[in-house]
């Protein structure tokens, strides 16, 4: 992880497409400007781990069903 120091009003780069501009610091928040291109996706990291968690739950388990007449010993 990087971890960088930054003032109000600064940048920080990351590529060629994407520009994290500190906007305004105050007690314990940072408020952030991100200029990206629109196919770039951009979320918080407690947003990103709810569209996990959903997308695990509408995912539908299949169980596997053998026909009775194959017999798993001679399985490899």
């Not at 971890?3 to 500190?22: A, F, H, P, S, Y």
């Not at 990103?48 to 007449?69: F, M, N, Y």
């Amino acid at each position: 992880m990087l971890v960088l120091t930054r003032k109000e009003g600064e940048k920080i780069c990351i590529g060629d497409d994407v520009v994290i501009t500190i906007v305004r610091t105050g007690g314990d928040k940072v408020r952030l400007g991100i200029d990206a291109p629109s196919d770039k996706v951009i979320l918080r990291s407690e947003l990103k781990a709810k569209e996990r968690q959903e997308t695990k739950e509408t995912i539908p388990i299949v169980p596997l069903v053998l026909p009775c007449s194959v017999d798993i010993s001679k399985c490899s």
